[in-house]
Each structure stands twice: as structure tokens, then as C-alpha cells.
């Protein structure tokens, strides 16, 4: 029917055109045949119309006059928009002007406006085609010979075969995929050079460019056999996949890795050349414990990387007497090695550099004095992609919270060497590390942050995004059943491979563990079979000595309940800093017999190995295949192996940002919350409906005054004072719910803060954030640019905080920069009605949580209810034999009873539960006003239209609303 209505008004149309203009040129036939079915198709505000003094931002813009055409001194500037968006060099199909508006299925892109064609035989297509195959110069014209070496190869050998082997399908990785890796189908085949740059960008992040091209992830996931295959989404049985690395497809994706590699670095498949490690004695520590000096360790080189390899001290010469070298880190490049060093118990820990062509070394970074005299101590060092050099630091000062130790954050130290401060939060931040692969992981700096829950500990492997424009958010750990998850490290896979340690592991050993970064979060074995997850397939594989689904936990957030982590004392054996190799092999440290983790007088030995793993042929889980011992040292332990291999970075990482201000944007309180309070992804989700508002809690900086002893730990007076379960902090601001979940505010950079989420009467409600957040400020760009959030922002929220209209305050009661809403309403008016209760039994006149010296006046005027009532149910409306009228709507639990009688609509359109339907008259009188009405105008005309027109700021809006709750009116 609907091809049928669109030829009918279509063919007049064409007809009318060729009748009436025998100029045959382009822009004749764009007059008469394009610009009519633009202005019927796309001529609306909300599309690509625009109108004198607003520009629209999307390519494809035009104005109209009254009657909905493109008038004749406006078709210069409409003709030279809808050339931007075509293809006059390869095939008219692939013009963006035909594509946004076709259907998926057929080739069509996605387009807010939906599809317009849903067939190539439409006649209006037909028109809009024709006209571009007649055009010479569209914006959209791709020249084949601009495309790279590597472009040109992956088009000729690994595009098409993606296609083939349904990749590239609307379920699958299509342009509309949910999943981060988008292709762009072309048209029946048909690939633009547009379309083969976006394919080759979206592809060449999952290649093995510093590892084995054979491990690329882009080749292993669409494969049959279990045994060399990456687990897949879609299943590895498809009959479309191949079966091997050796069939078209995968042989073709290694190829092109191998030239992207050459390309790059000028080798084929490269190789490990060296392993660097930690050689010496090591003592007892927790990680989040920095002060503890163990001299004797230096840093050795082996080469060739196999057992009876030559083994050379790189350090030796570095200190005069035996000092403490830890946490070894080589850059992309292979040739720089940086380590921390302490020369003595009265010396700083800080960053040393080495260049492993010539021995030269120097100190790149000072120490710094603490409060209590001792020095700070820098850990951590990882080169990010750009050459810069990341770390982890005491330096700040600070206790971290519950006055346990001294906080560490991240530093970058830049190039003119100075130092940049990264992360601002009370918890811990430790183990520095890059991935290097995936979109949403390239560039990313990772690292664990030590959280206190209760008397225990949760650490979570936390990122950056690639862009540093939105705080760290968590990467993988929060439902794993140990303490802590360490030292995580990418594989040459895109997968990644990790720690479990008890909390009070005192040599960072554990069991060694496998994550798929694409299996979702880990579940405990109980709450897998459930109906909602028939094909869930658990992200970690546990490789040992110890760890297993059983042990998952199902609170993270009550780690010492019977349901809690698995506590480890001690295990048959321990793994520390496994490192992954190029060749798919790891590196790491092992200690063999029986590792009392948690006991300072034992002393592990730990050897350097290198550990297989394989896949069973069957299930394919992953395994340990073999492990063996590189070097040993007599009397010392080999550890934190790091291999030295020519590396391919990853997406650079954005420079710091720079500004006293950041700009938080939360995209969803309700669905954050439900999120909070059950992790694992099995069952109903159920909303609150009673969140109103987020209380903003900034953490209160405490230095260590009184001074900390030299033995670590801290005294039990110094515990006692504000480090319990409520630690200090003040209130940055409160900040309203929108009625879509959202909320926005400016937050002070480089400030840690919380978020508490409240109900209509200001108490606190639901899960809350058990975790530190910290915001960097960006200068001189506009509110949108430099906004950082908690969530993506959605489409349609303001571009300034709210209560930011400075045309209806006061100057002296203006918005200031930074403080939200809830505090420009209270500096111009109190506090809503729901704080104003008085106490059961206490003076009438004042209110609890009010500031108000007198409240007598609005009890005389009915404002409040002069005895407060007590319980649920209907019996609640009364106290004292004395019923409290439905005029007196202030307490939250009487406005939700009176709710379902009410009609006023909120913001959004629809009653808020507990919202009265309007203010309550000024002076007495059971008399209710009719709703719509407005005090002082007249019925159905708002408050708002009288002072500024009908579209009132948001500072109004909820003025109004708060002021029907119970506020005094001005």
C-alpha cells in the first residue's frame, strides 16, 4: 500500500517536471524533481529544515517558506547541502542521501528520521538517483587510489570474506549492532572507499599487532573447532564459520596482521627477545602497604628468554649499597626500562628510567615528604601508548579512607617532566597498566582500586576510557570470589589474564585466573541455571591452585557475610605477576609446596616460569598445558617478569584535562541503582519509584595529623577518630531527579565525591554508591564539550546546570558556577515542606532540620500539620482523636496516599507519586482550588507564561514544584 501511494504522488510529480523544463542539466532536475520530494520527505524542524538566523547541524539542511517549498533564493544554498551527501566517483547506491533513508535490510544506514524507501523500484528513489548519477562532484566521492597498503589489502582480501561468512548481518556486528564491532554491509556487495575505511578502522583493533598476527582476536572468533577458537557470542557452530586458521577467511585476517605489522614496525611476526625481572629477596607486605624496605633485589636481563639463557644485572651499578628495585615496566619501542628503586630506609622510593641499548639510567621523578616525616613512595611505572610514563604515588599526603595507610593516585609524568595528577579519590588506586585492543579498551590505562567495605577489603580492576572524558569506570572483579583482583594484564587475544588474593595476603600471591572480556560478569554457580540465562557461559576460568564458580560471591557488598568471598590462609602452592607474552605463552612466578599466604615469618621461593595453555578439545575451557622454570637464582626469588619485544601501540590516550570545574551527567539514577543492589544479570529488574533527588557527598581530605608511626598500620586512637562507617565528608550540593532518571550538575575538578540517593522527605533510600568518584575540570569550552558523566549523555537534556537562568534571580541570588540546584533554591527560598516536620513531642514552633527561627506563622496559615501522625494505613490520617485534613499536604507519606486522586501533571506529563496538584491556599479554608488554576491568574494559564513566556527556564519549573510542596511563596 504504502509503494503504491508513494508512486502514485510521485509520478504526477516527475511528469510535471519534464513538461515543464526542457533543461536537462543537474541542477534543473535537482529544481524540479529532488528539492519537492526533500521538502515533502525532510521539511520539518525536527529533521533538516531550517530557519532564518538557526542553523541546522547536520549536513543536509534547507529552508522553506510557508507553503512548505524550498523557495527560489533559498535553492542555491539547498542544491550545494544535498551535494555534500552524495557519491558522483563510484555508484549512485552509496550516497549517504539514498542510504539514510533506505531500509537496513536493503543497505540502508541509520537515520533518527526511519526509513522514507523501502524498495529500490520506488519511483521518488528512482528520481533522487538519477539526479546523482547526473551530478559530476559530490561531497561523498571516494578516490581508490588514496586508500593505504593496508587499506587496499584488506578490501581485496578480508572484506568480502566478512560479508561471506555473515559477519557483517543486522543481528551480528551489521551498522546498527549493539555490539561495539559495526560494519558498514555496503550496498548488495558493493563497498565505497567511505564504507572500506570505516570496515578497516572498526577491524584493525582486534589484530595481534605486538603479539603472534595468529592470535588475533579477529580471526579466532569466527571459528568452528573449540580447541583454537575464541568463545563467540553467536556460538562457534555456525556452518558459515570455518574450521581453521588455515581456511580463507582466517588466513586471510592473519595475512593482513602480518603486513599491518611490517608496516609498522618493519618485521613479519616478531618475537620475544628478552624477559626483564625482579631478582632477590622479598618481603612480607600488603599491597596496599608501601613503607616496607627489603634491600637486596636488583633488576636482571635474560636473554635468549629460555632456560640457560644468559642472565645479566642491568642495575648493579646503580646504587652503592644493596637497595630495594621493584615493579619493572619496558615501552612499546623495546629499548626503555623504568622501575622503582629505594636506596635506603631514609630514602624515597621513586621512578628510575634505563635505556636497555646503552645501560645509561637516571631518576625521573623526586621524592616528596609526608606528614609525618616519612617519604612518599612511587610504584607502578607502565609506558602508555605515546611514550608517557604512568605511575601510582603516595606523594598527595592523604589517608585513604578509614585512615588505613596513605592513599595512592595516579601521576603521568609529561614530557617537559612534570608531573600531572590523574585521580583524586580516597581509594587506592595500584598496578599500573595499558590494554592496547578493542574500541572501548584501546588506550585505556587499568588498574585496581582497593575499596574498605565494612572491615575488609574489595579490589576492582578500574579503566579510562581512551579519551579520559568520564571518570574511571570498572573494567572486571567486583563479582569474582576473592578480595582482590591483581595485576591484570591484556593477552596478545584481546582477553586478559589476572590475580585472585586475600585481602590479607602478605606476598601478592594468589591464584592465577582467564577472563573473556566478552562473556559479561561472573556469576556463582547457584544463580547460572536460571531461566533468564539458558546460555550463559562463565567469563573466568579459574587455572589455579585455587578458585572455582562455587566460591563466587552473590553480595560484593557484604564481604564478610556467610555468603561472602572465600577467605584464603593458605594454598598448595601460589602464582604472582603473570605477564602475557607475544607468543601466547605467560610469564610468571611460582612458588611450589604449601604458601602460607597471610604469614609474615614464612618465606615463599618463587622461580620465574613460562606457562602454557590450551583449550579442552571438548568444552573448550581453558587449561594450564605446562609450565617451565626459566632461571634460577641461588638463595633469591625471580620475580614480576616483564617481556622486552618490539610492541604496536594502541590508541594514544588524550592529554590530561585541564579546569576547575567538571560537569557531571548521570543518564539513569533509578537503573544505577537497581544495578547497585543486585550485580548478577539474572531476573527481574524492579524500579523505584521513589528517588526524588541525589545528595552529592565530597570526601574531607585528612592528612595524617597526628603524625603515623614507622611501623605500618596506624594506632588505634588515630582509627577511631571519624574513620568508621560514616566518614567525613560535606555536602556539595542536591541535586533533583528529572523525571526521565537524569541528573546534572557542576562538581569542583579534582574533587572525590559520592552519590546518595533520596526520597521526597530527604532521607536517604535504596543502594547506594559504596565508592569514590573524582571529576577533572576542562577550560575554556563550552558546557556541553567539556562535560564528564557518570553515563552517556542522552539526547534532549539542557547544555547548562540547572538553576543556571540568571534572568529570573536576583544578581545577588544568581546561579554561581558549580552549585546545583538545590542550592540556589535554598539561598531563594527554605527548604521544602517534607524537612519541616516537627518533632513528636518538641515545640511546634520548631521545625527538625529547618533553620527557620519561627514556624508559628505557617501553622497559623494551615501550612503544616500542627501534631505530626504516626504509623500506616487509614487509621494514620488521624492523631489524637484529630483527623488531618487532605488541604495539609506536607508530610510525603500523606501526599502518596492522596496521590491517586490527583490529576496535575509534573515536568514530564505524569503525576509524581506524593506531588499535591497545587499550592495550598495562603490563609485558611478547607476550600481546594479547581485544578489547572494558578493563584493570582486565571484558570489553566501557568505561573510561568506570565513571567517569561512559555518556555520558562528549569529554575522555574522546579521552583514551582518545590513551592507546591510545601515552600514559602514569595
Known amino acids: 500500500m504504502k509503494l503504491a501511494r508513494w508512486a502514485v504522488l510521485a509520478a504526477p510529480l516527475a511528469l510535471a517536471g519534464v513538461g515543464s523544463c526542457s533543461d536537462d542539466s543537474p541542477r ?94 520506488d519511483p521518488a528513489y528512482q528520481a533522487v538517483r538519477a539526479w546523482i548519477a547526473s551530478e559530476r562532484g559530490g561531497g561523498e566521492d571516494g578516490d581508490p587510489a588514496t586508500l593505504t597498503e593496508g587499506e587496499r589489502y584488506f578490501a581485496r582480501e578480508v572484506q568480502g570474506r566478512l560479508g561471506e561468512g555473515q559477519c557483517m548481518l543486522a543481528p551480528c556486528h551489521g551498522g546498527q549492532s549493539a555490539i561495539p564491532l559495526r560494519f558498514d554491509p555496503g550496498v548488495e556487495g558493493t ?33 568452528r573447532d573449540v580447541a583454537t577458537a575464541l568463545p563467540h557470542r553467536g556460538g562457534n557452530g555456525l556452518s558459515a564459520f570455518p574450521s581453521t586458521l588455515s581456511d580463507p577467511l582466517p588466513g586471510a585476517i592473519v595475512a593482513w596482521a602480518r603486513l599491518e605489522r611490517r608496516l609498522r614496525t618493519g618485521e613479519g611476526d616478531g618475537g620475544l627477545s628478552a624477559i626483564a625481572f625482579v631478582g632477590g629477596p622479598i618481603g612480607p607486605a600488603r599491597v596496599v602497604e608501601h613503607d616496607d624496605f627489603v634491600p637486596g633485589s636488583d633488576v636482571y636481563l635474560l636473554s635468549p628468554p629460555e632456560p640457560g639463557g644468559a642472565v645479566r644485572n642491568l642495575t648493579g651499578a646503580l646504587h652503592a649499597t644493596p637497595a630495594d628495585l621493584r615493579d619493572p615496566a619496558v615501552d612499546d619501542s623495546g629499548t ?34 609526608l606528614p609525618d616525616g616519612r617519604w ?50 580516597p581509594s587506592p588506586e595500584l598496578a599500573t597498566a595499558f590494554f592496547r585492543q578493542g574500541h572501548e579498551t584501546s588506550g585505556s590505562v587499568a588498574f585496581t582500586a582497593i575499596r574498605r567495605l565494612g572491615d575488609g577489603y574489595k579490589g576492582v580492576v578500574y579503566r579510562f576510557p581512551n579519551d579520559l572524558h568520564s571518570e574511571y569506570h570498572q573494567h572486571v572483579g567486583i563479582t569474582l570470589g576473592d578480595d582482590i583482583t591483581w595485576h591484570m594484564r591484556e593477552t596478545p587475544d584481546g582477553n586478559y589474564v589476572g590475580l585472585l588474593l586475600d585481602r590479607d595476603a602478605v606476598w601478592s600471591a594468589g591464584a592465577l585466573v582467564h577472563v573473556d572480556r566478552n562473556l559479561g560478569i561472573e556469576l556463582p554457580s ?141 543518564g539513569g539514577v533509578p537503573m544505577i541503582e537497581e544495578m547497585l543492589r543486585r550485580v548478577g544479570p539474572h531476573g527481574a529488574r524492579v524500579l523505584r519509584d521513589d528517588i526524588r533527588s541525589v545528595r552529592i557527598l565530597a570526601w574531607t581530605p585528612r592528612s595524617s595529623d597526628p603524625a603515623l608511626p614507622a611501623a605500618p598500620g596506624l594506632p588505634s586512637e588515630l582509627r577511631r577518630s571519624g574513620a568508621g562507617p560514616h566518614l567525613p565528608a560535606r555536602v556539595l550540593a542536591e541535586v533533583p531527579v528529572e523525571s526521565d532518571g537524569t541528573l546534572f550538575a557542576s562538581i569542583p575538578a579534582g574533587t572525590a565525591f559520592r552519590l546518595q540517593y533520596l526520597d521526597a522527605r530527604g532521607m536517604a533510600v535504596g543502594t547506594q554508591h559504596n565508592r569514590w568518584f573524582d571529576i577533572q575540570g576542562w577550560a575554556g569550552a563550552s558546557p556541553g564539550r567539556r562535560s564528564r558523566h557518570l553515563r552517556r549523555p542522552l539526547r534532549g537534556l539542557p547544555r547548562r546546570p540547572l538553576g543556571s537562568d540568571h534572568r529570573r534571580l ?134 510561568a507564561r506570565r513571567r517569561g513566556g512559555e518556555h520558562a527556564g528549569p529554575m522555574d519549573r522546579v521552583g514551582r514544584d518545590l513551592a507546591r510542596r510545601g515552600a514559602v511563596s514569595p
Open 810 to 943: 536576583p544578581a545577588h541570588r544568581r546561579h554561581r558556577p558549580g552549585l546545583s540546584l538545590a542550592g540556589a533554591l535554598r539561598r531563594r527560598r527554605p527548604r521544602p515542606g517534607p524537612r519541616a516536620l516537627p518533632r513528636r513531642g518538641s515545640d511546634p514552633g520548631r521545625l527538625a532540620g529547618r533553620r527557620r527561627p519561627d514556624a508559628r506563622p505557617l501553622l497559623r496559615r494551615g501550612r503544616l500539620p500542627r501534631r505530626p501522625y504516626q504509623g500506616r494505613g487509614p487509621r494514620a490520617r488521624r492523631h489524637s482523636g484529630r483527623p488531618i485534613r487532605p488541604r495539609l499536604r506536607v508530610a510525603g507519606v500523606a501526599r502518596r496516599r492522596l496521590a491517586p486522586r490527583l490529576s496535575l501533571p509534573r515536568r514530564d506529563g505524569h503525576l509524581r507519586p506524593g506531588e499535591p496538584p497545587h499550592r495550598a491556599r495562603p490563609r485558611g479554608g478547607a476550600r481546594r482550588a479547581p485544578l489547572g488554576a494558578r493563584r493570582g491568574g486565571a484558570p489553566g494559564r501557568s505561573s
Open 376 to 425: 612518599s613512595a612511587d610504584r607502578w611505572p607502565a609506558y602508555a601508548p605515546d611514550g608517557r610514563l604512568w605511575f601510582a604515588s603516595t606523594r598527595a599526603g592523604m589517608l585513604a579512607e578509614h585512615a588505613d595507610g596513605y592513599d595512592t593516585d595516579l601521576y603521568v609524568l609529561e614530557p617537559d617532566a612534570s608531573l600531572t595528577r590523574r585521580t583524586f579519590t
Open 28 to 121: 534543473a532536475r535537482f529544481d524540479s524533481e529532488v528539492a519537492p520530494l526533500l521538502a515533502r520527505r525532510c521539511g520539518t524542524s525536527a529533521c533538516h529544515q531550517t530557519t532564518p538566523g538557526r542553523a541546522s547541524p547536520r549536513r543536509l539542511q534547507f529552508r522553506l517558506d510557508a507553503d512548505g517549498r524550498i523557495p527560489s533564493d533559498a535553492m542555491d544554498e539547498a542544491y550545494a547541502s544535498a551535494k555534500r551527501v552524495i557519491d558522483t566517483t563510484e555508484i549512485p547506491e552509496l550516497s549517504s542521501l539514498l542510504r539514510k533513508t533506505l531500509r537496513p535490510e536493503l543497505g540502508g544506514l541509520a537515520h533518527a528520521g526511519g526509513s522514507s524507501f523501502y524498495d529500490r523500484r
Open 526 to 666: 547457584r544463580l547460572v541455571p536460571r531461566g533468564s540465562l539458558p546460555a550463559y557461559r562463565s567469563p573466568v576460568s579459574y587455572l589455579g591452585p585455587y578458585g572455582s564458580h562455587a566460591e563466587g560471591i552473590a553480595d560484593p557488598y557484604a564481604p564478610e557475610s556467610v555468603a561472602g568471598p572465600a577467605r584464603r590462609v593458605q594454598s598448595e602452592g601460589a602464582w604472582r605477576d603473570p605477564h602475557p607474552l607475544p607468543d601466547g605463552r605467560l610469564v610468571a612466578s611460582w612458588a611450589d609446596g604449601t604458601v602460607r599466604l597471610r604469614d609474615p615469618s614464612a618465606r615463599p621461593d618463587f622461580g620465574l616460569y613460562a606457562v602454557s595453555l590450551d583449550r579442552d578439545p571438548g568444552t573448550g575451557a581453558l587449561r594450564i598445558a605446562g609450565r617451565q622454570r626459566l632461571v634460577d637464582l641461588p638463595d633469591v626469588s625471580e620475580t614480576q617478569g616483564v617481556p622486552v619485544f618490539r610492541n604496536v601501540p594502541g590508541q594514544s590516550v588524550a592529554p590530561a584535562p585541564r579546569g576547575d570545574r567538571g560537569q557531571l551527567l548521570h
Open 191 to 223: 563497498f565505497g572507499v567511505a564504507a572500506t575505511r570505516s570496515n578497516y578502522r572498526e577491524s584493525l583493533v582486534h589484530l595481534s599487532l605486538g603479539g603472534s598476527p595468529a592470535l588475533s582476536r579477529l580471526a579466532r572468533k569466527p571459528l
Open 336 to 369: 626503555r626500562l623504568a622501575f622503582s628503586m629505594r636506596v635506603g630506609v631514609d630514602a624515597p622510593r621513586v621512578i628510575w628510567e634505563l635505556d636497555l641499548r646503552t645501560g645509561a639510567a637516571r631518576a625521573v621523578t623526586q621524592g616528596a615528604r
